[in-house]
């Protein structure tokens, strides 16, 4: 932040910091990307770097309505785009209330002008930046109603991801939207080898932890915390995973010596369920090599050994011709069911991509089927929501490859109940035939 002077620990800071962030998506980088490149550059402190990364999940979570905001408090769209990106994010901060709010709405007006006031590039908009965010607060209720009428203003998802989900689910659209808005829990997956759910839940309480158990292996922490504070988690007592994608493991019906292909492996959450389950062969493909590295450091973390091929799941050159006896086929999608975890899906996907990932997977399930051992299982897991990438993707494939499909669990909506708190995910499990 070489061109500026703030505070490190100052809100205006961490305002600036994820305006720039903000305006990086909008210009198609995906969130953690953006944020990663801010940090590079800025060098923030922790807390500040924390803040940076609170307020622009924040501001993804509520851009329809900060955007529609906008169109109604400026006379023309802020430039350049971390003006844009500054005034969202102040507003997304302002729309909360109550005990929900992080901050007072007094103080995001000064630091949003603080930190607009910093910039060379920003200072000529300090006023305009007052102004906008002081009507805000004068003119809320008058204001939210306006936007409550534009569908993206109410929901905060683009028009065609609204009406995507509403097609699909004319009873439960609703609630499927509400759930993508709230923010994800703190799930963990109890390594069996190491504990038990009842054994872990007894190691939280005496550290003065509230979790609940909401699966078999999968432990919900009441409050989130850094990984580097969580009990056994260096230890590889326990992983972070959401309790939908826990299903995929024991679905696979692991026996030992077995050899298992993980596909589209990254960042190996699945994998190191695998090998918690069964003492099998795995491999665990994925295309990009730092990508494999993530996995690398998540086995060695949980004490386990795989191995790590760099290659295409749609291609063969990799494959060294041995069948396997199950395939995990994690299958590239347009996520649309975690988008409580990355809210900026929704701005960064289109309508398009649907029809061309739902192609590349269906290849991709095609080139996996023949590496399978007859009687051998394929379990197809996509994290969308759309049936054209998950039932219909399902359906086209059993007709095409003549599998024999099993019980599985289907279309899994994300929802966040005191019992059931997970991501949407759908399941699909095949058996090839042994003839």
Same mark, same amino acid.
């Given at each position: !932040?070489?061109?500026? @002077? =703030?505070?490190?620990?100052? =809100?205006?800071?961490? =305002?600036?910091?994820?305006?720039h962030a903000v305006a990086k998506v909008k210009a198609g &980088? #995906? =969130?953690p990307q953006a944020l990663a490149a801010i940090f590079a550059r800025d060098n923030p402190l922790p807390q500040a770097r924390g803040a940076i990364q609170d307020i622009s999940y924040r501001t993804m979570r509520r851009l329809g309505q900060a955007e529609a905001l906008l169109g109604l408090l400026a006379s023309k769209p802020p430039s350049p785009p971390e003006l844009h990106g500054?005034?969202?994010?102040?507003?997304?901060? !302002?729309?909360? &209330?109550? *005990? *929900?709010?992080?901050?007072?709405?007094? &103080?995001?007006? *000064? @630091? #949003?002008?603080t930190a607009c006031a910093a910039d060379p590039g920003m200072a000529h908009a300090k006023g305009m930046v007052n102004a906008v965010l002081r009507r805000f607060l004068r003119e809320r209720d008058t204001l939210l109603q306006q936007v409550g009428k534009q569908p993206p203003g109410q929901w905060n998802y683009p028009t065609w991801w609204i009406d995507s989900v509403r097609s699909a689910y004319p009873s439960q659209w609703q609630a499927i939207l509400s759930a993508g808005n709230s923010a994800p829990p703190l799930t963990l997956r109890v390594n069996r080898r190491k504990a038990t759910v009842t054994d872990y839940l007894q190691t939280l309480e005496a550290q003065g932890m509230a979790a609940t158990a909401i699966g078999p292996f999968a432990v919900r922490l009441e409050r989130p915390l850094p990984v580097q504070q969580i009990p056994g988690f260096a230890e590889g007592v326990v992983s972070v995973q959401d309790a939908a994608a826990q299903l995929a493991a024991p679905l696979l019906d692991l026996q030992d010596g077995m050899r298992v292909l993980d596909a589209c492996a990254a960042p190996g959450g699945k994998t190191g369920h695998i090998l918690e389950q069964a003492a099998v062969d795995v491999t665990a493909l994925d295309s990009d090599a730092h990508r494999l590295t993530r996995i690398n450091e998540n086995l060695q973390r949980l004490q386990l050994d795989a191995t790590l091929r760099q290659g295409d799941a749609a291609q063969r050159d990799w494959w060294d011709g041995r069948l396997f006896d199950r395939i995990l086929a994690d299958v590239p999608c347009t996520a649309s069911g975690i988008v409580r975890r990355h809210p900026d899906i929704r701005w960064l996907r289109r309508k398009a991509d649907t029809a061309q990932l739902a192609a590349l997977s269906a290849h991709i399930l095609d080139n996996l089927w023949k590496m399978l051992q007859p009687d051998g299982k394929l379990l197809f897991v996509t994290c969308s929501l759309w049936p054209q990438e998950s039932e219909a993707q399902a359906a086209a494939f059993a007709v095409r490859n003549d599998a024999i499909r099993l019980p599985a669990p289907g279309q899994l909506?994300?929802?966040?109940?005191?019992?059931q708190d997970h991501d949407g995910l759908f399941y699909a499990l095949f058996q090839k035939s042994s003839v």
């Open positions: !932040m070489s061109k500026i @002077q =703030l505070k490190n620990d100052s =809100l205006a800071f961490s =305002l600036y910091g994820a305006a &980088t #995906a =969130l500054l005034l969202c994010c102040a507003l997304a901060l !302002m729309l909360q &209330t109550g *005990d *929900d709010a992080p901050y007072e709405s007094f &103080t995001v007006v *000064d @630091q #949003a002008v909506l994300p929802t966040a109940g005191q019992q």
